[in-house]
């Protein structure tokens, strides 16, 4: 294995070691918008428990009423029969009640705006947290993009590396090829300039001949 190589390695491992130390975005998106969900729901439940009690105000301020009606009934028919105490009994009765009444409507308008205030602050909940849901998913978007970005670069640097000492590997080969063939070139050339010339063989035959018919001559 290369420097390069091994040095490559090494920052992509330290690279993909820091991507998954590094805190999760999305996660934490998640905690924050399951926190901001809870409080919106529970806005929910406090306006529903508000307007309960405000029904049950309202149903008890109607059956005051009803109560002050007789109690002025009873009144005037104890006055007709001249029964004074009977009807101060129930004139009594009667500003009881509605002292009541009027306790219980400052009630109801206290909580008709307690109630309207926990709408508002859900109406801004519940928009916080679809604000908090959509840039929940386009992060999510985004972090798997660059997750898939740093292994897809990683690949690729790799893969350049490689590509490189092998082109650098293809080349040598070349030329040490280039160089065999020039020597076996040139080998071949003193070979063959280093061979004794071959006389032809009707150039034998005549030498022959002569040498022969010296031969038959007396030799001085």
Do not use: C, W
Request: charged share 30%; net charge neutral; aromatic share 2%.
């Amino acid at each position: 294995m290369s420097l390069l190589q091994r040095l490559l390695r090494i920052f992509t491992a330290r690279a993909h070691a820091a991507l998954d130390a590094a805190e999760d975005p999305v996660e934490s998106l998640e905690i924050a918008y399951r926190s901001q969900l809870g409080a919106f729901e529970e806005s929910r439940r406090g306006v529903a428990d508000v307007l309960t009690s405000e029904k049950r105000l309202e149903l008890e301020v109607t059956a005051l009423g009803g109560a002050i009606v007789r109690a002025t009934e009873a009144a005037a028919t104890a006055a007709r029969a001249g029964d004074d105490g009977a009807a101060r009994s129930a004139l009594e009765r009667e500003a009881f009640l509605t002292e009541s009444r009027e306790r219980l409507r400052d009630e109801i308008a206290d909580v008709q705006a307690q109630r309207r205030g926990l709408e508002e602050l859900g109406r801004r909940l519940g928009e916080r947290v679809e604000l908090l849901r959509m840039e929940k998913i386009a992060v999510a978007a985004r972090y798997a993009a660059a997750r898939a970005g740093v292994r897809a670069g990683s690949s690729v640097t790799g893969l350049s590396s490689e590509t490189a000492e092998i082109a650098q590997l293809v080349e040598r080969a070349r030329e040490r090829s280039r160089n065999i063939h020039a020597r076996a070139a040139a080998l071949a050339e003193l070979a063959g300039s280093s061979v004794t010339p071959r006389v032809p063989d009707e150039l034998i035959a005549r030498r022959l001949a002569a040498l022969t018919s010296l031969g038959d001559q007396p030799l001085l």
